[in-house]
């Protein structure tokens, strides 16, 4: 049904009346495949929030037994004839009207899913069972890639019937799982999208790996374990120690990996002790996540955290509280991992060895299924893909070195397949660090950027994206975001608030270094 071809011109009564009939029209069985339409409705314009009027649709895709994938399609008026594929975080998906609202003020076909699962809880893995002890391969290859492929195909389907014309460009943006799940496109399925916008993707189970190991370097010895404020006075030391290498002193280290700031500085004197000093064990337990853990082979664990993050650590690894006593790293990292690699969230893990979990890491064929780790995007690149990369610098979750260790490999990869320099891919793959910023937002760094603006630039105008404007909410600072290897650094002269007095420049030798030897 040609809907927008029938409307125009007709008066808005009228108009109306025929938009909520195309759109209740989509409920019609045998339209989408393997999908019901649970509902269609229209939603009015909310001036207040800048939302369109559209075109609300609910939906079960079931590719086959046992799969049931919930999906939402907002279909606004005013289409501006592209897609929109909104990425989900934690062990949930994202069917939200927040999530869409960002595409749909711009006029995008938005699309969601819950991966397979209806539950809202992100540290909830139970989906992923079938019996105890065992993984559901069918609700890991939902959450993996197959919901989020399916969302986009049947979306896609949905949207040309609505409106009578084929999508014109496809967009996805994902940030932490939704991060992973933009990885799987671009390896999986290199036709769904235009463009890609995966940030701090947890694109294997090393980040939960390197969750596990954490917790263990502050709990396993319960000497180990620094209280808020310890943590409070390692993190003040870093900054006095590396705030000012980006030329500006403003709480915010720019370039932590070329900060080598020793907390043996804090360790306590003769006859020293409290919450003003470290014990050794409190030393060797912040050493260990500044230098991350390896197993004997070689493989990573656990991977460095960035010096400047520490003030994330009292939630992510130190915890403390009766109903969180090990912190997030625990109850969304650690049991996280046992879900999918053990089938047992409960797993005892206090003494379990890196040689002992990434041997089974290795030997899992679940894991395979879950991981979007191929560096070979060539068929992506080819097709005239991009793929944009961004990571918090100060994320003390998945570590933003992950990120640049598979960005240096996917590089170095598919510039290999293709047989063109490295340099080449610029022109399609591009990672930005946001400096000063937690896991995917937080931090004291600004967490806000348009990066969906940066993208139709990119892919409609062939545009590369050089520096983005990031902002922060209830604050006047303003930072570049720079294509890596380039980092802000103040350019000693303006406003230390604004964009504008930042040069992108290249960080330290030892920053491009590091990811390579982490890897």
């Given at each position: 049904?040609?809907?927008?071809?029938?409307?125009?011109?007709?008066?808005?009564?009228?108009?109306?009346?025929?938009?909520?009939?195309a759109c209740t029209g989509l409920t019609a069985p045998g339209q989408f495949l393997d999908t019901t339409v649970t509902s269609a409705k229209m939603v009015p314009a909310n001036t207040a929030q800048k939302l369109p009027a559209y075109c609300e649709i609910s939906a079960m895709v079931r590719p086959e037994p046992g799969s049931n994938i919930g999906v939402v399609?907002?279909?606004?008026?005013?289409?501006?004839?592209?897609?929109?594929?909104?990425?989900?975080?934690?062990?949930?998906?994202?069917?939200?009207?927040?999530?869409?609202?960002?595409?749909?003020?711009?006029?995008?076909?938005?699309?969601?899913?819950?991966?397979?699962?209806?539950?809202?809880?992100?540290?909830?893995?139970?989906?992923?069972?079938?019996?105890?002890?065992?993984?559901?391969?069918?609700?890991?290859?939902?959450?993996?890639?197959?919901?989020?492929?399916?969302?986009?195909?049947?979306?896609?389907?949905?949207?040309?019937?609505?409106?009578?014309?084929?999508?014109?460009?496809?967009?996805?943006?994902?940030?932490?799982?939704?991060?992973?799940?933009?990885?799987?496109?671009?390896?999986?399925?290199?036709?769904?999208?235009?463009?890609?916008?995966?940030?701090?993707?947890?694109?294997?189970?090393?980040?939960?790996?390197?969750?596990?190991?954490?917790?263990?370097?502050?709990?396993?010895?319960?000497?180990?374990?620094?209280?808020?404020?310890?943590?409070?006075?390692?993190?003040?030391?870093?900054?006095?120690?590396?705030?000012?290498?980006?030329?500006?002193?403003?709480?915010?280290?720019?370039?932590?990996?070329?900060?080598?700031?020793?907390?043996?500085?804090?360790?306590?004197?003769?006859?020293?002790?409290?919450?003003?000093?470290?014990?050794?064990?409190?030393?060797?337990?912040?050493?260990?996540?500044?230098?991350?853990?390896?197993?004997?082979?070689?493989?990573?664990?656990?991977?460095?955290?960035?010096?400047?993050?520490?003030?994330?650590?009292?939630?992510?690894?130190?915890?403390?509280?009766?109903?969180?006593?090990?912190?997030?790293?625990?109850?969304?990292?650690?049991?996280?991992?046992?879900?999918?690699?053990?089938?047992?969230?409960?797993?005892?893990?206090?003494?379990?060895?890196?040689?002992?979990?990434?041997?089974?890491?290795?030997?899992?064929?679940?894991?395979?299924?879950?991981?979007?780790?191929?560096?070979?995007?060539?068929?992506?690149?080819?097709?005239?893909?991009?793929?944009?990369?961004?990571?918090?610098?100060?994320?003390?979750?998945?570590?933003?070195?992950?990120?640049?260790?598979?960005?240096?490999?996917?590089?170095?990869?598919?510039?290999?397949?293709?047989?063109?320099?490295?340099?080449?891919?610029?022109?399609?793959?591009?990672?930005?660090?946001?400096?000063?910023?937690?896991?995917?937002?937080?931090?004291?760094?600004?967490?806000?950027?348009?990066?969906?603006?940066?993208?139709?630039?990119?892919?409609?105008?062939?545009?590369?994206?050089?520096?983005?404007?990031?902002?922060?909410?209830?604050?006047?600072?303003?930072?570049?975001?720079?294509?890596?290897?380039?980092?802000?650094?103040?350019?000693?002269?303006?406003?230390?608030?604004?964009?504008?007095?930042?040069?992108?420049?290249?960080?330290?030798?030892?920053?491009?270094?590091?990811?390579?030897?982490?890897?």
């Open positions: 049904m040609a809907l927008l071809g029938v409307i125009t011109g007709a008066e808005p009564a009228r108009a109306e009346t025929l938009a909520d009939a399609f907002r279909l606004p008026e005013g289409w501006n004839g592209k897609f929109f594929g909104i990425g989900g975080g934690g062990f949930i998906g994202n069917l939200t009207l927040q999530g869409a609202a960002p595409g749909l003020m711009k006029g995008y076909a938005t699309a969601g899913t819950d991966t397979g699962h209806p539950s809202t809880d992100g540290t909830d893995g139970s989906f992923l069972l079938d019996r105890p002890g065992h993984v559901n391969p069918i609700a890991v290859a939902d959450f993996g890639f197959r919901a989020i492929h399916l969302m986009t195909t049947v979306g896609k389907a949905v949207a040309n019937t609505y409106y009578g014309r084929p999508v014109s460009k496809a967009y996805y943006q994902g940030c932490s799982t939704g991060g992973r799940e933009g990885l799987a496109e671009v390896q999986r399925y290199p036709d769904d999208y235009d463009g890609v916008i995966a940030g701090a993707p947890v694109y294997d189970l090393r980040v939960q790996t390197s969750a596990l190991f954490r917790i263990q370097a502050f709990h396993q010895d319960p000497a180990s374990t620094l209280t808020a404020e310890q943590v409070g006075i390692v993190n003040k030391a870093v900054l006095a120690n590396c705030d000012t290498v980006d030329g500006l002193k403003d709480g915010i280290i720019n370039d932590p990996m070329a900060c080598k700031w020793d907390p043996a500085a804090l360790r306590c004197k003769a006859g020293e002790s409290g919450a003003h000093c470290l014990t050794p064990a409190q030393v060797k337990a912040v050493r260990i996540s500044y230098s991350g853990v390896k197993a004997k082979n070689g493989a990573v664990a656990a991977w460095p955290l960035a010096r400047g993050s520490e003030m994330d650590w009292i939630n992510r690894s130190i915890g403390g509280q009766p109903n969180n006593p090990y912190g997030s790293n625990h109850t969304l990292g650690a049991r996280y991992l046992f879900f999918l690699l053990y089938g047992d969230p409960d797993k005892a893990w206090m003494n379990l060895t890196p040689d002992q979990v990434m041997g089974d890491l290795a030997k899992s064929k679940v894991i395979k299924e879950f991981s979007a780790d191929n560096p070979d995007i060539s068929q992506f690149v080819k097709k005239g893909g991009k793929l944009l990369l961004y990571h918090g610098g100060y994320d003390p979750g998945p570590s933003p070195v992950g990120t640049l260790a598979y960005f240096n490999q996917a590089q170095a990869v598919t510039a290999a397949e293709l047989g063109v320099p490295i340099e080449a891919l610029n022109k399609d793959v591009r990672l930005f660090m946001a400096t000063g910023v937690y896991h995917c937002r937080g931090g004291p760094g600004p967490d806000q950027f348009d990066l969906l603006s940066a993208m139709e630039t990119w892919a409609e105008l062939g545009q590369a994206p050089e520096r983005i404007v990031a902002t922060k909410a209830n604050s006047p600072i303003s930072r570049p975001m720079c294509a890596w290897p380039a980092l802000p650094h103040y350019k000693g002269e303006g406003d230390p608030n604004a964009e504008a007095s930042f040069a992108c420049a290249a960080p330290a030798a030892s920053t491009k270094v590091a990811a390579k030897k982490a890897a």
